[in-house]
């Protein structure tokens, strides 16, 4: 018997609004029927058919009305004149747009071939590449593998797909270029799993071909020995020597993460100057245009010693040189010759008296057959460090500019000067630069010196500060470390000390040559394996490298070139605990005191505080003693 639905069962009201032309739903009356509802029901949706018919006709409608708009559609018999024109204006634009976009296509296909020569040996990145430059021999091998067809293959069809597959992979690829380990083993773990059939846990069949006797009908290589993986494909294709050579290199992976590095920058990070520098050509460096073109001569002066070193300046010989012939004249001087560049500024007697005074005053022997190895002379014998030195660098160019002037002064205005003069001249010209760059002497003896030089001036003395310093310890173990280096030698050092400064552990080892950094990153492993070995916490390194600590300190970025001596080395100080601080060079004078040890091609440990050397010993009492050493800066 039918259930009758009583009063609390039937909604209340039940009204939704469905667009302008939709009715309401009639609320259904509280002692209604179902049935009722139900009718209302259906009426709303035949209306919401009727309404979405509509809606369709009239978008169709539409389209149909647009499309008739779409005049380039119809046939071209169809068209009238105005829509000829319109549709020849508009094939014309199509017709350059198409000119352009070969022009420019093969304007890059010809930068690509003119640079393919310089790009073919140079690979800017170091490292290990990333995956996702190997994606794509992921993709094709799933791909093959995962067809519908390959899965109702036996085993031995199985072996024959995977080895078809693998002879299909771009081995020059892998062969040109280190991939990562990330990559090789997504590859081994496709086949392997498409082998078994999905199930995990089975022998692998790289691991059956390492068997002794090998199996000669499993020819897939371990994909982790790289050499046996591509070098079988180009055994036929290369020397017998180059075979041997590539076989013998070492292809092992490391751990870590896959980072890519652009090495023309130190840290490895890309740069547009960088780039601009690594692509461009430049010329070989001639080491006289550092003295020419430098801050301490003005520009006008540095202008005229780059002409007057090019041939530039208008003498005689330089106007014949150019088409401009003029009668030869003598000099103004001495009236013995003609007057060229060489008697002008080297051979007359009158410019040998201002050359002898100023190689008189500063000691200098100046020699050359030439004009331009008389200026290397003296540029040679000055510095840029000293203030006597940056005079002996800058010289000769305001003396030839003043000669340049005083010859000028007689042509055109027909005024002769004189050997004080001139020496007048230049004197005020090093007396202003040094005013501008503030230059100072650097001791005593040098301050005598340009006192001789510049007899009514005053010098002052660079002032240097001076501070006591002395060796802190911080934790309750400290490693102090340190590294030497010269042309032909460099070592490590390192010394372990417990509280108060006890020492525990020496050592000093030769590492063959390298500079000052190499040294230290190359030397700090040692120590800190060793304060590891010893099972040592809360240990204090202490390093007077401050652009090497601060790397350390801050975990990066670092030079790419030491990148795994550094991950090992930040690696062991966050699992230890260890800590990382700069002192300067004088606290570290017992670390420092080691290294004459390591530059003899000797390597030792010291054990006691006995085996150390008695200078070292000293200062490690002097350490525990909190004497203070003096810092001069």
């Known amino acids: 018997m039918a259930r009758r639905t009583s ?40 209306q919401l058919e009727e309404e979405k018919k509509l809606a369709e006709a009239l978008e169709k409608a539409e389209k149909e009305e647009s499309r008739k708009d779409q005049w380039w559609r119809k046939p071209i018999e169809e068209l009238d004149m105005k829509q000829l024109m319109r549709f020849a204006k508009m094939l014309e634009g199509l017709k350059k747009d198409i000119h352009k976009e070969i022009n420019s296509r093969s304007m890059d296909l010809n930068n690509i071939n003119s640079r393919s020569d310089a790009a073919e040996n140079v690979n800017p990145f170091g490292g290990r590449k990333k995956a996702a430059m190997f994606q794509f021999i992921l993709d094709a091998l799933e791909v093959k593998l995962s067809n519908w067809k390959n899965k109702f293959l036996s085993q031995g069809g199985r072996l024959v797909l995977i080895k078809h597959v693998l002879s299909a992979i771009p ?16 590859i081994a773990h496709r086949c392997q799993r498409f082998l078994w059939e999905g199930v995990e846990g089975n022998i692998s069949l790289w691991d059956i071909q390492d068997t002794d006797p090998p199996m000669s009908n499993l020819t897939i290589r371990h994909f982790f020995s790289m050499k046996n993986f591509f070098l079988q494909t180009f055994r036929g294709c290369l020397e017998a020597r180059a075979f041997h050579a590539l076989e013998e290199m070492d292809l092992s992976f490391t751990e870590g993460e896959d980072k890519l590095i652009w090495k023309p920058t130190p840290l490895g990070v890309f740069t547009i100057k960088s780039a601009y520098e690594a692509l461009r050509r430049k010329q070989v460096e001639n080491p006289s245009l550092r003295n020419i073109w430098h801050k301490f001569i003005p520009l006008r002066i540095s202008f005229f010693t780059w002409k007057f070193g090019n041939s530039l300046v208008p003498f005689t010989e330089n106007l014949c040189r150019m088409g401009i012939y003029l009668q030869p004249s003598i000099c103004r001087k001495c009236k013995s010759s003609s007057n060229s560049m060489r008697h002008q500024f080297l051979e007359c007697a009158f410019t040998r008296q201002v ?54 002064k007689f042509f055109f205005e027909n005024v002769d000067s004189t050997f004080s003069s001139i020496i007048k001249a230049v004197k005020e010209h090093l007396h202003g630069m040094m005013l501008v760059h503030m230059l100072k002497a650097r001791n005593v003896v040098e301050r005598e010196s340009l006192q001789q030089i510049f007899p009514n001036t005053s010098f002052g003395l660079k002032q240097k500060k001076v501070r006591k310093v002395s060796w802190q310890q911080q934790r309750k173990y400290v490693l102090n470390t340190d ?23 020496g050592e000093a080892g030769f590492l063959g040559s390298g500079d000052s950094l190499q040294v230290e990153v190359y030397g700090l492993p040692f120590g800190v394996r060793k304060c590891e070995h010893l099972d040592l916490f809360q240990v204090e390194i202490q390093m007077d490298n401050q652009f090497l600590a601060n790397i350390l300190a801050s975990g990066g970025p670092y030079p790419w070139r030491f990148y795994f001596e550094l991950e090992e080395i930040l690696a062991i100080l966050e699992r230890r605990g260890y800590s990382i601080h700069h002192i300067y060079r004088e606290t570290n004078a017992v670390a ?10 000797l390597s030792e440990e010291f054990l006691s505080l006995g085996d150390l050397p008695s200078f070292t010993r000293g200062l490690i009492i002097l350490d525990q003693q909190s004497m203070p050493y003096v810092r001069v800066r």
């Open 355 to 408: 050359w002898n005074f100023f190689a008189d005053l500063f000691g200098q022997v100046a020699h050359g057959e030439g004009l331009g190895e008389y200026l290397n002379s003296w540029w040679l014998s000055g510095n840029f460090k000293m203030a006597i030195g940056v005079i002996k660098k800058v010289l000769s160019s305001f003396v030839v500019w003043e000669l340049w002037k005083a010859q000028n």
């Open 483 to 505: 590294g030497s280096s010269n042309s032909h030698a460099a070592g490590y050092d390192f010394v372990v000390r417990g509280e108060k400064g006890i020492f525990l552990y």
């Open 7 to 46: 009063r609390d069962d039937l909604p209340i009201a039940v009204s939704t609004t469905v667009n302008d032309t939709t009715h309401c739903i009639i609320p259904a009356h509280t002692d209604g029927h179902l049935h009722e509802l139900k009718q209302e029901l259906i009426k709303l949706e035949k």
């Open 592 to 601: 420092d005191s080691l290294a004459r040890c390591a530059l003899d091609e």
């Open 171 to 186: 081995i020059h690829v892998f062969a040109a270029i280190e991939p990562p380990k990330s990559s090789l083993n997504a």
